[in-house]
């Protein structure tokens, strides 16, 4: 069965530091993964995937993400956070035992601290 | 292009009470999604339609929720009676078809119902 892990609930950093949002996942097929962030009361926005390629996604509002095959995660990442950039993440992997499937983690909040 | 419609935005009622969510996926897109956010959780899928039939409906509390979609196009999702862990955030979602081009969804902004 396909699942995806983030290990931390909560996520804090200033201003300008880089950001690392992680996500570990457990899949039975290609890894299809994904990010989506949510900010308040608002649906989840898509940010980058991987599907194939190069290990380094790039994605929106400045966004990347790694691809660890050997490691099985898909970690987010910022080289400088922003304020605005605080909201929800969620990792997600297909599910191959579904058809057009995601699975999404439980999320992650990240609070980018002035 | 427009993206994912839903209404109401927010929805507040009480246990035992009816409550209905209306979505409007991108034009074009065959697979509509229904999902459940628990406060503090992951959005987890209630029913899948791919065109008008249902592709995946495993986890939908089928004696209290139903979801149909007409002409492959507008979904609507019913609760009756709610319950007051139904409260989430209703989340709409749509993708284009086809297997190995699928690149993941469309997020409508969501219906938040709170049962008092």
């Known amino acids: 069965a396909q699942s995806v892990a983030q290990p931390e609930d909560q996520v804090n950093v200033a201003e300008g530091n880089p950001l690392t949002v992680k996500c570990t996942y457990s899949v039975s097929g290609n890894p299809y993964l994904f990010w989506y962030v949510q900010y308040p009361n608002r649906g989840l926005q898509f940010l980058l995937k991987?599907?194939?390629?190069?290990?380094l996604v790039k994605g929106s509002y400045g966004f990347e993400a790694e691809f660890n095959k050997s490691q099985t995660s898909f970690h987010l990442k910022k080289p400088s956070a922003l304020v605005s950039d605080s909201a929800l993440y969620f990792c997600?992997?297909?599910?191959?035992?579904?058809?057009?499937?995601?699975?999404f983690g439980a999320g992650t909040r990240l609070a980018v601290h002035p | 292009e427009a993206g994912v419609a839903q209404s109401p935005r927010y929805k507040i009622i009480e246990k035992r009470q009816s409550v209905a969510f209306w979505c409007n996926p991108i034009?074009?897109?065959?697979?509509l999604y229904w999902y459940q956010q628990i406060l503090g959780q992951g959005p987890k899928l209630l029913i899948q339609?791919?065109?008008?039939?249902?592709?995946?409906d495993s986890q939908l509390p089928k004696d209290r929720f139903s979801a149909e979609r007409l002409k492959g196009v507008d979904s609507t999702l019913k609760i009756q009676p709610a319950k007051l862990e139904d409260s989430a955030v209703y989340l709409c979602?749509?993708?284009?078809?086809?297997?190995?081009?699928?690149?993941?969804?469309?997020f409508g902004s969501g219906t938040r119902l709170t049962v008092v």
């Open positions: 034009s074009g897109h065959a697979t």
């Open positions: 339609f791919q065109n008008n039939g249902v592709v995946d």
């Open positions: 979602a749509s993708s284009l078809g086809g297997t190995y081009k699928w690149y993941g969804y469309t």
């Open positions: 991987y599907i194939t390629g190069d290990n």
């Open positions: 997600a992997v297909r599910d191959w035992g579904g058809y057009n499937k995601l699975i």
